[in-house]
């Protein structure tokens, strides 16, 4: 058995290498055009590389078969040879896939290096099961071994240097990139050589004689095969890199048309927009700016902030642009001075622009609020002015009440007295209207007076314990004489499950049930009243029970249209027989006040010609006192 040997050819050698080192370098740049995209046209450059990088391992090895010169006729296996192209470029878009979705864990790396490896040595040992010669293929299984090792490190590697710069936040320099293709490129053809070093070929003499007779013949075909394959290979490098001049012109295209579109957004945005370094100092502004400010854009970037801002603001304003530095969008409002003078009121949104992971500039947006301020103060001077309209009308109305009550209370008493008299029928008449006069005079002016302190926010509850029963039996004894005089039934119904100490105002309630039933006893000419005290659902916080007070009477009743403004101040009903008992319309009104600031609730339900039912509700608490027994 002979030993067959042969010998490289130092130009295809290198053309092998320059091969390898191109289509890596081509395969980095479209590494990095998938890791930019998305969609079909992401997939579409996934397999443009795949193919690039495929057939440029494809080309190496079999200029690398051409460079090693065997004295023999060659013939490849078509089968073989097509699963020699075909696996690269499969392995390789498997790597792809694999980068494009994740290389942040040293499984995803490492899975990546492995289909890289597979694209390596699967193409070159492929390779070499399709050629066909008289001689047979031996192999050292360490060199073997040491080939594979060598793709695979040199794949790890190369990705984990490109992940390196990508977790940067930036794609490698043109630099960089050729380092990488230079690293990738020279582990592609170490693998191959070392797999070469790794078989030899073993024949008979005759098969080596024979192999001697046709070298002299083949050295300027395979010169001639290996240039085809070296300018296909050059093609393809040509083909990606007209790509990326393509691409990249399209980028730029549309970084022209966005920055068309920002300047357009800019220039005619209806508001003040500045641009500002980290310096603080305008680099420009659009044309709102002169408009509000007054100022040309020429002048702006020699204006400092102290010179404009006031002085009381300028720190918050400083504030807010610390933060932009930071980051960190914000919103401040700032006065500053107009070119003429006068001041302005802005609203300013100060928001970063973030480049690499720090901030290049600063956008300001600055939004023309003077008006809405004027109008602000305007209302909050006018809101005072009510306030203190208010406060004088109260203090009036306080003052008034008393100068008024204190003789209107020597009338009423006076006329009391003078009714106990001896009196003609006649003159007791006159007394009889002196005295009604005089008391609803007085019950008016308490009304206009409650409704006043109400209003003003002035009323005060006093807390005590008092008697449930006492309080109910005493406000009906009030109208014991006017109902006896009208024909008119008055009766107290108390649940007997209800406490008789509760806490609250006595006082307002009583209030209210005195006008409540004051009204009832109105406007019913027959039949009868009742008051009734009912436990209401529902339990309040802090253990109040809920009281549910029912004032019933069989009057004229209300019309329905006329319940939902029955309880505003100064309403009266319409209806005719209402019209013979009008008051100030004051009652309801500071009943549903009274009710309200006790945390209650109050309703209305009637009938006209059946009678009305007030009912308010009230939380008490029950008290430790006894009251008396009424």
């Not at 942040?104 to 597979?118: A, D, E, P, R």
């Not at 019309?559 to 209402?578: C, M, S, T, V």
Request: glycine share 8%.
């Amino acid at each position: 058995m002979t030993e067959l040997h042969g010998t490289y050819y130092l130009p295809l050698v290198v053309l092998s290498v320059l091969i390898s080192v191109l289509s890596s370098y081509c395969s980095l740049l479209v590494y990095e055009r998938v890791l930019t995209l998305r969609g079909s046209y992401r997939g579409l450059w996934m397999v443009l590389g795949s193919a690039a990088m495929g057939f440029g391992i494809w080309s190496m090895h079999f200029i690398g078969m051409l460079a090693y010169h065997l004295p023999v006729d060659i013939h490849y296996h078509p089968a073989w040879l097509g699963i020699s192209i075909l696996l690269p470029v499969l392995a390789a878009y498997a790597a792809f896939r694999m980068m494009a979705r994740n290389l942040g864990s040293n499984l995803s790396m490492t899975i990546g290096s492995f289909w890289l490896c597979v694209a390596i040595a699967g193409m070159h040992y492929s390779g070499m099961a399709a050629i066909r010669i008289p001689y047979d293929q031996r192999y050292d299984w360490l060199l073997v071994a040491a080939s594979i090792v060598i793709a695979f490190a040199v794949s790890f590697v190369a990705l984990k240097l490109s992940h390196a710069n990508q977790r940067k936040g930036s794609f490698a320099g043109q630099g960089a990139k050729m380092l990488l293709s230079l690293l990738l490129g020279a582990g592609i053809a170490g693998m191959h050589y070392t797999a070469m070093a790794a078989v030899s070929f073993v024949g008979t003499e005759a098969e080596a004689a024979h192999a001697r007779e046709t070298a002299e013949r083949m050295q300027a075909g395979n010169a001639l095969l290996g240039a085809v394959i070296g300018g296909t290979m050059l093609f393809i490098f040509a083909l990606v890199m007209a790509s990326q001049i393509l691409d990249k012109r399209l980028a730029l295209r549309i970084a022209a048309s966005n920055q068309r579109r920002y300047d357009s957004i800019f220039e005619h945005h209806p508001d003040m927009v500045c641009l500002y370094d980290p310096s603080g100092r305008i680099l420009r502004a659009n044309p709102a700016a002169e408009r509000i400010m007054g100022y040309a854009a020429s002048e702006l970037p020699s204006r400092l902030h102290n010179d404009m801002v006031h002085p009381e603001e300028l720190a918050q304003l400083e504030a807010c642009f610390m933060a932009a530095l930071r980051g960190e969008s914000g919103t401040v409002e700032v006065t500053v001075r107009h070119k003429e003078g006068h001041l302005l009121h802005l609203s300013c949104t100060m928001v970063p622009w973030v480049e690499n992971g720090r901030v290049q500039d600063i956008y300001t947006i600055s939004k023309d609020i003077t008006a809405s301020v004027e109008t602000e103060r305007e209302l909050l001077a006018a809101k005072r002015d009510a306030e203190e309209a208010l406060r004088v009308k109260s203090d009036f109305l306080a003052v008034m009440s008393h100068v008024i009550r204190t003789p209107l209370n020597g009338v009423i008493g006076m006329s009391a007295i003078l009714l106990e008299t001896e009196l003609s029928e006649e003159q007791r008449e006159f007394v009889q209207v002196i005295h009604g006069s005089g008391a609803l005079l007085l019950s008016t002016i308490n009304d206009v007076l409650d409704y006043s302190k109400l209003e003003a926010g002035k009323m005060e509850l006093s807390i005590a314990p008092f008697s449930l029963n006492g309080l109910v039996k005493d406000t009906a004894m009030l109208f014991q004489t006017q109902c006896r005089q009208k024909g008119l039934a008055l009766a107290c119904v108390i649940d007997d499950g209800l406490p008789d100490a509760v806490l609250g105002d006595e006082q307002r309630i009583c209030q209210v049930l005195i006008n409540l039933v004051g009204s009832a006893v109105k406007f019913t000419a027959k039949g009868g009243i009742e008051i009734a005290v009912h436990p209401a659902d529902g339990e309040e916080a802090g253990g109040c029970r809920r009281f549910r007070f029912e004032v019933r009477d069989t009057g004229i009743g209300i019309p329905d249209e006329e319940l939902a403004h029955l309880f505003q101040p100064f309403y009266q009903a319409k209806n005719g027989r209402a019209k013979r008992h009008e008051g100030t319309g004051l009652g309801l009104a500071i009943c549903k006040d009274l009710i309200d600031m006790m945390d209650g609730t109050i309703s209305v339900t009637s009938t006209v010609g059946a009678g009305t039912c007030f009912v308010f509700e009230l939380p008490l608490a029950t008290a430790s006192f006894k009251g008396p027994d009424v």
